[in-house]
């Protein structure tokens, strides 16, 4: 089974701020990856596909690179909208999720 | 627009079946390209991935479940429905349905269920 790791667990950041979280797998699934954003008591919404791919009607704060086992997501300006649940997924073989990394009001 | 929703008993006993309904509408079920998956989240918990049935009908599951999960589709109805046999409390969760792009959009879920909560009572 594929692994998948987030860090930080959780970060406080200021709206303006530049977030950026990294995900990374335990074997390489070259770009099998995708963000997701979710907010209490939402299902998830997919943010970036392909590891790089800007889902249509995201924003374009949001960005996404890497490739092999360690990916980033970044948001280059936080938004108060912004604040919410971040995960990782491949699916590369199986699908797995990262535990998520939570986004607070500093 | 395609939307997803979720419909299944909330309680269900320890050792029975659960058994969820996803209805598909604004879109059908049977174009080719999607996958339609099943994932679930345990009470502050992250998500897991319970598996997915292609239009054609072939299934994957999580093997972490395999054993106890079942996916169907049902194309006269816009409809496809999981089964996960013999629950116990770590069964309970929040159970979300969602339609998944294929391999040129890595599997991606696009479009998701609202979800339904399934408590296993003992």
Known sequence: DIQMTQSPSSLSASVGDRVTITCRASQRISNYLNWYQQKPGKAPKLLIYAASSLQSGVPSRFSGSGSGTDFTLTISSLQPEDFATYYCQQSYSALTFGPGTKVDIK | ?122
């Open chain 2, 1 to 122: 627009q395609v939307q997803l929703q979720e419909s299944g008993p909330g309680l269900v006993k320890a050792s029975q079946t659960l058994s969820l309904i996803c209805t598909v509408s604004g879109g059908s079920i049977s174009s080719g390209g999607y996958y339609w998956n099943w994932i679930r989240q345990h009470p502050g918990r992250g998500l897991e991935w319970i598996g997915y049935i292609y239009y054609s009908g072939t299934t994957y599951y999580n093997p972490s479940l395999k054993s106890r999960v079942s996916i169907s589709l049902d194309t006269s109805k816009n409809q496809f429905s999981l089964n996960l046999s013999s629950v116990t409390a770590a069964d309970t969760a929040v159970y979300f349905c969602a339609r998944g792009c294929g391999a040129d959009c890595s599997y991606g879920m696009d479009v998701w269920g609202q979800g339904t909560t399934v408590t296993v009572s003992s």
